[in-house]
Every structure is written in structure tokens, then in C-alpha cells.
């Protein structure tokens, strides 16, 4: 990976593995931002396999713990909430949830997927209160800097909301990551190098990158069935990702250049299916350009921290 993406940027060098739940908490889907959800959303999308209706926190990383365990020969891991909005709720209630988590067996941290308009002043105080005793990272879905794709994806959330959250967590000492998606209909390349700008002027420490998946029972497959928009083959994502890549800083972690759906709910892209793939890609992508991580920024390939560093 040594033209594209050294193996620290991926943040394959610890062996705390996230163990993923669900908490079933979404703002645009109980009318407090509407009912229709994300226009990409489908709730059932980001549950863990494991995942069933009523589970509790601790039965969820009991099966998520062993899971991994098995596939990473580790016993160390990060308790990771990821789908809906894993901050929007009171504070007491998170808090008992979070504690519950971290009193698991083997949790070192807690990871929070959430939206940068999900997070009230006295939710802020908790994360910098547990952020004190133990690692915490929250991932901001911005997922993208432009307001008119905002606008399309039924996000309910601006730029300058992801801005502020930003804001409000970095003085609290938290650690974050940006959640971008690349390829949104109607998006230009231009407008997708926004996002790339709004990550670097953020501070975060991290990004994760998403190809577009179309899912099952959502607005964007309803639109996608009509035939009001095509696309990215694999070849066109892996241009554009580069692209992106080349526009951040060397110091930001890239976490993911690509995700996935489950198979059973994925409309398209069919190429999508297969990660390594992707990612190959995007790494053939930058070695063919002679390209790295923040070269367009005028970086030099030795400024790109190494696993070590």
C-alpha cells in the first residue's frame, strides 16, 4: 500500500476491534426532523447480524465479542454503537447505556456513530466526562460538504451544524472522525471536494469513506427504480476517491475508503459487494497517478505518518 494507503492510515494497527450494536435512536424518523428517515436509510442496513429486537446492551456484546474474537484473535475491543444516532437520547439514559458497555469484559473505549445535530450541552458534558476515564471516539455523519446534497440525501442537518459539532467536541478534548459518503446523485466532483475541505478545517483525527449503496425501502430506491439517476461504476468511485485522498491531510487517519450492505438488502452497486476489491481500486488508482494522502495540499509522501509514528 505504499503508494496509496500505508496500513497505519487504516487504523489496522491496534488490536482493539470495534463490537458493534444497535440502539435504535434516529431524530428524522420520530418527527423531531421528520419521519421519512435519510433518503439512503435503511434502518436495517448498519444492524450488527447478531442484532435482534430487545436485546440488551450486554447480550449484544456477548455475541458481538465472540464473533470477533474468533475472526481477530483479540480480547481487546471497542464498544461501538453504530447505527442510528447514538447520542440522542437524555443523558442519564446514555450514560447508564455507555456504562454498561465499558463494564463489559474486554471493552478498553467506546465508539459513537451519531449526527452533528444530536448533541445536546449536557450530552457534551457526559462524552467529556467519560472521555477522561477511557478512550472515546465520536463519528460525525456529515457525510457531505455541500448543503444542497444535504438537502438531497433528506439529512435535515447543514454544513455548519457539522462545523459547530465539531467544535463543540474538540474543546472537550473528544476525538472524532468525519462520515463522508462519495458518488450522492446530482453531486458534482467539485462539490464533493468540499467535503475534503470541510474535514481538513474540522480537526478531526479521522475519516471514513462510503461508496454509495442504494438499499432496500428507501427514498433513494424508489428514485433509483424510477430511473432518475445511474451509478458510479468501480473505476469512477476508486477517480474520485483518489481525488479525495489526495485533498487530506496527512495527519488524518483514513479509516475506510469504502463499505458495504448486506447482500440481502443491496439494490446497487453489485460491485460494491467486495471490499478488497474496492479498496485495490483505489490503491491502483493513486499508484498509477504516483499519488498519495494530501499531495494535492503539497505534501510529500514522507509526511504521511508511518504505523510506528
Known amino acids: 500500500m505504499s503508494a496509496a494507503l500505508l496500513p497505519g492510515r487504516m487504523l489496522k494497527c491496534s488490536k482493539n476491534i470495534s463490537a458493534a450494536f444497535s440502539m435504535g435512536l434516529l431524530s428524522t424518523r420520530d418527527g423531531t426532523k421528520g419521519t421519512a428517515g435519510c433518503a439512503f436509510c435503511n434502518p436495517a442496513g448498519s444492524e450488527p447480524r447478531?442484532?435482534?429486537?430487545?436485546?440488551?446492551?450486554?447480550?449484544?456484546?456477548?455475541?458481538?465479542?465472540?464473533?470477533?474474537?474468533?475472526?481477530?484473535?483479540?480480547?481487546?475491543?471497542?464498544?461501538?454503537?453504530q447505527d442510528y444516532t447514538t447520542t440522542y437520547k437524555d443523558a442519564k439514559s446514555l450514560e447508564k447505556l455507555y456504562?454498561?458497555?465499558?463494564?463489559?469484559?474486554?471493552?478498553?473505549?467506546?465508539?459513537?456513530c451519531t449526527r452533528p445535530d444530536c448533541l445536546d450541552e449536557d450530552v457534551l458534558d457526559l462524552l467529556e466526562d467519560i472521555s477522561r476515564e477511557t478512550f472515546v471516539w465520536v463519528e460525525l455523519g456529515v457525510q457531505s460538504g455541500c448543503d444542497l446534497t444535504l438537502v438531497r440525501m433528506n439529512r435535515g442537518h447543514t454544513v455548519y451544524d457539522s462545523e459547530k459539532a465539531f467544535e463543540k467536541l474538540h474543546t472537550r478534548n473528544v476525538r472524532t472522525a468525519a462520515h463522508v459518503i462519495l458518488g450522492y446523485?446530482?453531486?458534482?466532483?467539485?462539490e464533493a471536494m468540499t467535503t475534503a475541505s470541510l474535514v481538513?478545517?474540522?480537526?478531526?483525527?479521522?475519516?471514513?469513506?462510503?461508496?454509495?449503496?442504494?438499499?432496500?425501502?428507501?427514498?433513494?430506491?424508489?428514485?433509483y427504480n424510477r430511473g432518475e439517476f445511474t451509478l458510479m461504476e468501480r473505476n469512477e468511485y476508486a477517480e474520485?476517491?483518489?481525488?479525495?485522498?489526495?485533498?487530506?491531510?496527512?495527519?488524518?487517519?483514513?479509516q475506510r475508503v469504502t463499505g458495504e450492505a448486506p447482500p440481502r438488502m443491496l439494490v446497487a452497486p453489485?460491485?460494491?459487494?467486495?471490499?478488497?476489491a474496492v479498496m485495490n481500486r483505489v490503491r491502483r488508482e493513486l499508484m498509477y497517478r504516483d499519488s498519495w494522502q494530501g499531495k494535492h495540499l503539497g505534501y510529500a509522501m514522507e509526511e504521511i505518518p508511518s504505523v510506528t509514528d
Open 50 to 81: 447478531h442484532y435482534k429486537p430487545g436485546m440488551s446492551v450486554t447480550e449484544q456484546l456477548e455475541l458481538a465479542t465472540n464473533y470477533v474474537r474468533e475472526r481477530h484473535e483479540t480480547n481487546h475491543f471497542l464498544a461501538y454503537f
Open 99 to 112: 456504562r454498561q458497555a465499558l463494564d463489559f469484559p474486554g471493552i478498553r473505549g467506546l465508539a459513537l
Open 185 to 190: 446523485p446530482g453531486e458534482t466532483a467539485e
Open 200 to 223: 481538513n478545517r474540522s480537526g478531526t483525527a479521522g475519516v471514513k469513506l462510503q461508496n454509495l449503496h442504494v438499499v432496500k425501502n428507501t427514498l433513494l430506491a424508489d428514485q
Open 240 to 254: 474520485l476517491a483518489a481525488d479525495f485522498l489526495e485533498r487530506i491531510r496527512p495527519d488524518i487517519v483514513v
Open 270 to 276: 453489485h460491485w460494491a459487494i467486495n471490499k478488497l
